[in-house]
């Protein structure tokens, strides 16, 4: 019977990851030909401006969503019969924090770039979206069955209906204005997709409920992973807004491309540790020797992607960022070259978080994040007045580094993890 229910969970495991990748796939291929289309029509100078907004909302994206992904999993996965109100107050929760998030990010826009009405509109619009965010709720419940299939068909329908009137946009010659609108609609074409499959599949949002307790139990746990989320993307962002402040729009819109292409392959370690995430947590609360001997297994896995990336791209970089973008981004090859290495720690500290949520240690999560992103503000500030561009890239490298390795060998409990991560960066051994 063991090995009945092992074999049925790794089927599910295959299945659910195979169905990710394939959703990724498919995004990075199509968002990847459609940027390139609008990079070269926008041009650097604004289509820095539009990554420059865009980066400038995801410093709040994580307000919006309350660290509650892992969190509501997690629950649902060792609470079934309470599934109705975790889904309830999670959904409730989050549709009052996108409300929240849009007002501040608005009103941070304009406080810091008063003189720059045409930024503040950007920010504005794309902000909108946030929201619709509250209905990624439904996701939650796919995660914790792993099948996260039902989610990707109507979040894939709305990215491909989207990126086909980007298209139409650069061919009939619109403005600036009128690609941030587009993000707009996919959040609401990928909401109204998610309520039609949820019913569809058997389940009704009727059914939901929440209670003061039950939204008090959840921010109770995800408030560490609240700050942590914004911490996050301060550093995976703060590079381009600071960036922007300190050399101009063209070179946010350089470096923009050099991130978009060292950026476009996380997905996949994503994807495998969403798809293994419930499967550790039940190790979690099983058998310590079968929990660590699965975070080794996945450290591995995480470090050898990293490598198997970062090589060949050293060498391929410029001639790629020229092929596909053309010469007026040249400058972006060198970076991608030194940049495609911080895949690497970035991987290992996405296969970390699962090892610190299923023991529940948020709060340690926070200060890790948040000390990697001191260092990575700190050394911004060194060196992109002096190298630009190149500058970002290099603390962007050593703060992914320090966040999710270094930090491990200051702290006593994280110093075991430390070492596993060290293992898997000397012998990413899978099998």
Not at 115 to 128: F, N
Not at 206 to 222: E, F, G, H, P
Not at 317 to 332: D, F, I, N, S
Not at 410 to 423: D, S, V
Request: hydrophobic share 55%; aromatic share 12%.
């Amino acid at each position: 019977m063991h090995r009945l229910e092992k074999s049925h969970g790794l089927r599910l495991i295959v299945s659910n990851t195979g169905w990710m990748i394939a959703d990724k796939i498919v995004r990075m291929g199509v968002g990847l030909y459609v940027g390139i289309w609008i990079a070269r029509y926008l041009g650097p100078e604004k289509f820095g401006s539009l990554s420059y907004a865009q980066a400038f909302v995801a410093l709040f994206s994580s307000l919006s969503a309350l660290g509650l992904d892992g969190i509501v999993v997690r629950n649902i996965v060792r609470n079934p019969g309470e599934r109705d109100e975790i889904m309830g107050s999670a959904f409730l929760l989050r549709l009052m924090a996108g409300a929240t998030s849009i007002v501040i990010v608005i009103g941070a826009i304009i406080f810091s770039r008063p003189d720059d009405p045409a930024t503040c509109q950007l920010v504005a619009v794309i902000s909108l979206g946030m929201i619709f965010q509250a209905f990624d709720t439904i996701d939650y419940l796919f995660q914790s069955q792993i099948l996260s299939k039902y989610s990707i068909w109507p979040k894939n329908a709305a990215f491909l209906f989207t990126s086909a009137i980007k298209l139409y946009f650069v061919t009939k010659g619109a403005p600036l204005i009128a690609f941030a609108w587009v993000g707009v609609v996919e959040s609401v074409v990928g909401s109204c997709g998610l309520l039609i499959t949820y019913r569809f599949s058997g389940n009704l949002l009727s059914s939901w409920s929440s209670s003061r307790l039950r939204m008090k139990s959840l921010l109770a746990d995800s408030w560490p992973l609240i700050f942590s989320g914004i911490v996050i993307m301060i550093y995976m962002r703060i590079d381009q807004i600071m960036l922007g402040n300190m050399s101009g729009k063209k070179e946010v819109g350089i470096y923009a491309v050099a991130v978009g292409l060292a950026e476009a392959w996380y997905f996949v370690p994503g994807t495998i540790v969403t798809s293994v995430f419930p499967h550790i947590v039940k190790a979690s609360a099983e058998n310590n020797e079968i929990f660590n001997g699965r975070l080794q297994q996945l450290y591995n896995l995480m470090a050898l992607l990293g490598f198997l990336v970062a090589l060949p791209a050293t060498f391929l970089a410029g001639w790629v960022v020229e092929t596909l973008y053309g010469t007026a981004y040249a400058k972006a090859g060198p970076m991608l070259a030194v940049l495609v290495w911080a895949g690497i720690f970035v991987n290992l500290g996405i296969a970390r978080s699962t090892f610190l949520t299923a023991m529940n240690w948020t709060r340690l999560h926070f200060i890790t994040v948040a000390m990697g992103c001191f260092v990575n503000v700190v050394l911004n500030c060194l060196l992109i007045p002096r190298y630009g561009g190149m500058g970002a890239v290099i603390a962007s490298c050593v703060a992914y580094w320090f966040a999710a390795h270094g930090v491990c060998f200051l702290y006593r409990p994280l110093f075991r993890t430390g070492i596993m991560m060290t293992k898997a960066l000397l012998y990413p051994k899978v099998w």
